[in-house]
């Protein structure tokens, strides 16, 4: 078998592989596999291992770890381009030589991948990003609820500002700038970076944008404290008063009115008292069941005194709340919100959301005696977590009985040391 002379050898290598230019790189030839892949230790320099079945195919390994598949070749012009292909890891070795394969069938007929795509990153703009996460993200995967909100955030709040940027151009000083726009409204702040963060990714894994690029990087968001008022006795007084003067006094339609019972009496979620339906209702074991909510189906215990208040209602359409003029309709939130405005104000309760009274349900369980996982299955909530924000209730009811029975046996101390 006839063998090339080491120059002659070298010099093949260095034409084919341009990038290749220390005897270490020459070395490093081999076909490219998992556990090969895996075994490679970054060095203080990026190292480049090249593929022996597939001229041009390689893989990068930077510094700091990050292993990327990428393609070396010439254009029509005899130009050297590299084009990265995906990191290691989201890619296996066949899938990315795959990808090299294909795209070295493009240069064959005359394409130019890499500058093909930095065009098309030009070429993208937010806005066009914006829809297309809602249509291949947020549409498929998330609640309508959730969607409709990406959709306020996009429309309100991010669109204006970056919508006629493109894709590729946009910077950390953009989101910094969008971000301090919004401090006024902090949740929403970091609601808009939120998504924006999540838009990034998918821009990465759509090739709108190079690897590891996303903007959002190191960008801190506003603190939230978690918002948990509920209503005490003297207040749950003044509310109970606020809906019977409104009621009698015709201030406030009774099936909103209804409805604020409902949530306080259910621990329920709005967007679930509003979905309540008769057929959904079992009178007998006491339940409805909800075919779908925030956390999937879901089955709402009912109190009695829960079950009075439907069982008062005069049925009018499918809906246990409908709307207040056309009863084939739920309730909307709007009128719900209207009616809790009106109520909060007869009964002094400024600055308590709809939301509270869920927070309500939840607190007085918790300090009535009632276990953490008990109180979150009444509330559905699917993380335990969620439900640990009421726990300093139960320790105040801990500590109370601690108090309660620690002083008996005090007292039952003096009275035996004095007789």
């Known amino acids: 078998m006839r063998r090339f002379p080491a120059r002659l050898r070298s010099e093949l290598l260095t034409s084919a592989y341009p990038e290749l230019t220390r005897k270490s790189d020459f070395e490093r030839r081999m076909r490219l596999t998992k556990r090969i892949i895996d075994a490679l230790s970054p060095s203080a320099t990026d190292t480049f291992v090249w ?23 010439r254009n029509k012009q005899g130009r050297s381009r590299r ?27 005359g394409e130019d991948p890499a500058t093909s795509r930095r ?14 996460y809602l249509k291949e993200h947020a549409e498929p995967h998330k609640k309508a609820s959730s969607v409709k909100e990406d959709k306020r955030l996009i429309e ?21 700038k969008l971000q301090h726009s919004l401090s006024k409204t902090p949740y929403e702040a970091n609601r808009a970076v939120a998504l924006l963060s999540k838009a990034f990714n998918l821009a990465e894994a759509w090739g709108l944008r190079p690897d590891g690029t996303n903007p959002t990087r190191h960008v801190k968001r506003f603190p939230e404290k978690k918002r948990e008022g509920f209503l005490d006795r003297d207040e749950l007084s003044s509310l109970g008063e606020a809906l019977r ?80 003029l056309d009863h084939k309709k739920p309730l909307s939130l709007h009128t719900l919100e209207k009616a809790w405005s009106s109520i909060r104000k007869r009964a002094k309760l400024d600055g308590f959301r709809l939301h509270d009274l869920r927070h309500t349900f939840a607190s007085w369980a918790v300090m009535g005696g009632q ?8 509330l559905g909530h699917s993380e335990p977590q969620t439900t640990q924000r009421y726990a300093h209730l139960a320790n105040e009811k801990l500590r109370e009985a601690a108090n309660d029975i620690t002083g008996r046996l005090a007292l039952a101390l003096i009275t035996a040391n004095s007789s």
């Open 156 to 176: 309100n709040r991010i669109r204006p500002p970056l919508g006629t940027l493109s894709v590729e151009s946009v910077t950390r000083a953009d989101i910094l």
């Open 245 to 324: 003067e409104a009621e009698r006094l015709g201030e406030v339609h009774p099936i909103p009115i209804t409805g604020l019972r409902l949530l306080l009496l259910t621990g329920c979620r709005v967007s679930e008292v509003l979905a309540f339906e008769w057929s959904l209702i079992d009178w007998e074991a006491g339940t409805i069941r909800l075919p779908d909510s925030k956390t999937g189906p879901k089955t709402i215990h009912l109190g009695l005194p829960a079950l009075d208040v439907l069982s008062n209602i005069k049925r009018q359409g499918r809906y246990v709340l409908t709307a207040v």
């Open 51 to 73: 593929d022996s079945e597939t001229r041009g195919f390689g893989l990068r390994v930077k510094p700091s770890g990050k292993k990327t598949y990428f393609l070396q070749y």
């Open 119 to 132: 065009a098309t990153r030009r070429a993208a703009k937010m806005t066009t990003l914006c829809d297309r």
């Open 371 to 378: 276990s953490l996982p008990i109180t979150g299955a009444l």
């Open 83 to 109: 084009l990265a292909l995906g990191p290691h890891g989201v890619l296996t070795p066949d899938e990315a030589r795959s990808m090299a394969i294909i795209r070295l069938a493009e240069v064959k007929h």
